[in-house]
């Protein structure tokens, strides 16, 4: 019994520091990992064809809430047939006087976003501003990928921060806080999504990076998110984008 007990304990902590080691999936460059309702290499192919033209003032760089919002390249199914965006006030209210690159693609995570980046999406463009809002997509486990720690997805923000300065070191960013998910302030992800903006704020603070966090205007007073704000509890209505246009406005108006 002794000679077991005595395997038995260097044995876990053997797969203690195996788990402990593994490696942050989230700074690790990728293109597309799930199945969505568009063609995301479609998008990717159209982006890399229209930013020179498009020669944007402002770069939106996010998951499905700012694929969804609107503008360019505009919003299409997998098939290639247009979609109306769920915030065009919203996006009218903040955008209409300025050229504007969307690269928000459905289900991205920050690999996804390296990826992205690394193949050139930003390559030739002078944009004043960029505008980050990922994460999101890091809190979630699926069959195709795990869900990342608070300290990971800051890292893979980080990553994405440091090619934009990279790849545009005379370009603004505007760093979001992960918008609230899920309507009770209970739920697990809540506290994986706060944790995370923590993080954030304090990194973005450190590196003197503009950093917006419209989460406690999204909830209401007792921390639920309603679907007057996120329909599905994710992806803002047009009222949920008017919150964050309203954010935005003051970064822009110095353009």
């Known amino acids: 019994m002794r000679n077991l007990i005595l395997f ?23 293109p597309k990992i799930e199945e969505d309702n568009y063609d995301w290499w479609g998008r990717h192919a159209e982006i890399m064809a229209t930013k020179d033209s498009i020669d944007p003032e402002i770069v939106l760089i996010g998951n499905s809430i700012t694929h969804f919002w609107g503008g360019l390249p505009q919003l299409k199914d997998r098939n290639g047939k247009p979609l109306t965006p769920r915030g065009p006030q919203a996006w009218n209210s903040a955008f209409k006087d ?17 990826w992205r980046i690394d193949h050139g999406e930003l390559d030739g463009l002078n944009p004043k501003i960029v505008i980050v809002n990922i994460g999101t997509n890091n809190t979630s486990e699926t069959k195709n990928c795990r869900k990342n720690s608070a300290s990971e997805i800051l890292e893979g923000i980080k990553a994405v921060s440091d090619r934009i300065q990279t790849k545009l070191p005379r370009t603004k960013i505007i760093l979001m806080a992960i918008f609230p998910r899920e309507e009770s302030p209970a739920h697990p992800r809540r506290a994986l999504i706060n944790d995370t903006n923590v993080l954030l704020a304090d990194y973005a603070k450190k590196q003197n990076i503009a950093f917006i966090d419209i989460g406690p205007k999204m909830l209401s007073p007792d921390g639920t998110l309603s679907k007057e704000i996120a329909g599905d509890f994710c992806h803002p209505t047009e009222k949920g984008y008017q919150i964050w246009a309203d954010a935005l406005r003051p970064f822009l108006n110095d353009l």
């Open 8 to 30: 038995i304990v260097p044995f876990f902590l053997l797969s203690s520091l195996h788990l402990k080691q593994e490696p942050n999936n989230a700074i690790v460059p990728v």
């Open 98 to 114: 300025y050229r504007v690159l969307n690269l928000g693609f459905g289900w991205d995570r920050t690999q996804n976003v390296l």
